[in-house]
């Protein structure tokens, strides 16, 4: 997929999505991605616009964020021809995890991914559906690492830029199919 293809697919994206003001609280301008998921071959173009950077560049696993990203987590990973790794919220996953605190605006919570998950692997996508603050992305990507292996980059259906979540992300290489 060239860069043209791509950015025709993040516009229709741009188009589909529904603003919806004041949700969840006062103030805020909610991006659903909903009708985007409901309409078939626009998803299909999705998911292609979100693996293409990352062909050939040696992904074995997808790791993805509950639950939005599950969605858009395995195609990818199917896509790519890489396992496809859930990372969840505490008590959801049945072997040994390993763990992941991290902070929110409003508290902290904590991520859970099996500690066997990543055995062998050599590159590792995370996928999320929103790139806002970072945190939830930044526990993630440590959560791959305290697995033993490495991030070679995250990637996003929706980025708010405003938000400036790539800071929480240092150095790893992030995309997004659509800034705001």
């Known amino acids: 997929m060239n860069a043209d293809e791509r950015a025709a697919i993040a516009e229709e994206v741009r ?6 003001p ?9 991006r659903d991605i909903t009708p985007v998921l409901s309409n078939p071959l626009l998803s299909a173009k999705v998911m292609l616009a979100l693996a293409a950077p990352f062909e050939g560049q040696g992904i074995t696993h997808v790791v993805s964020i509950e639950s939005r990203g599950f969605i858009l987590g395995a ?5 790519l021809r890489a396992a496809f790794v859930p990372v969840r919220k ?22 859970e991914m099996h500690a066997d998950a990543l055995r062998g692997a050599k590159g590792v996508l995370v996928v ?5 603050t970072g945190g939830t992305a930044a526990a993630a990507c440590k959560l791959v690492e305290r697995a033993g292996a490495r991030v070679t980059a995250c990637t996003f259906l929706l980025e708010l830029t405003a938000l400036r979540g790539r800071d ?5 290489r992030a995309e997004s199919l659509v800034a705001y």
């Not at 999320?128 to 806002?132: C, E, G, K, P």
């Open 75 to 79: 195609p990818v990973a199917l896509e």
């Open 128 to 132: 999320d559906d929103v790139l806002a």
């Open 90 to 111: 505490p008590g959801k996953l049945p072997s040994t995890t390993v763990r992941q605190s991290y902070t929110l605006e409003y508290g902290s919570d904590v991520l």
């Open 168 to 172: 929480a992300l240092g150095p790893i």
């Open 15 to 20: 188009r589909t999505i529904r603003d919806v």
């Open 22 to 30: 004041n949700f969840p609280k006062p103030g805020v301008l909610f």
